[in-house]
């Protein structure tokens, strides 16, 4: 059974940091990009960043760029996301995610957890 323990989510200032962890069971872990995704309310989903871990390659979303960064322990399967200098607009539910062919939008081979609210006073 895929499973994912997202945590790190909360209340923090603008100008402020978090860390989101994402801790991933039930799949080929080096099979699919991990990563986050989110979904602020009135607005479409948006794919913030994903890494592969068997070459390394990472994406990030132009609005999260160099102030996001994402890692992974791969012996604790737990993907981490830095994210500093936070905005109001960085404001949403973020959701893990395991992408199979590293596309987006969500696809039917994709997983996704439960998510962690964000929320970036001004």
């Known amino acids: 059974e895929v499973q994912f323990v997202e945590s790190g989510g909360g209340l923090v200032q603008a100008g402020g940091s978090l860390r989101l962890s994402c801790a991933a069971s039930?799949?080929?872990?080096?099979?699919?990009?991990i990563g986050w995704f989110r979904h602020a309310r009135g607005k479409a989903r948006e794919a913030v960043s994903w890494?592969?871990?068997?070459?390394?390659?990472?994406y990030y979303s132009d609005s999260v760029k160099g102030r996001f960064t994402i890692s992974s322990d791969n012996a604790k399967r737990t993907v981490y996301l830095q994210m500093n200098s936070l905005k109001p607009e960085d404001t949403a539910v973020y959701f893990c995610?395991?992408?199979?062919?590293?596309?987006?939008?969500?696809?039917?081979?994709?997983?996704w957890g439960q998510g962690t609210q964000v929320t970036v006073s001004s």
């Open positions: 995610y395991a992408l199979k062919d590293r596309s987006w939008p969500l696809g039917k081979n994709d997983y």
């Open positions: 039930g799949f080929t872990l080096d099979a699919y990009a």
């Open positions: 890494l592969l871990s068997r070459d390394n390659n990472t």
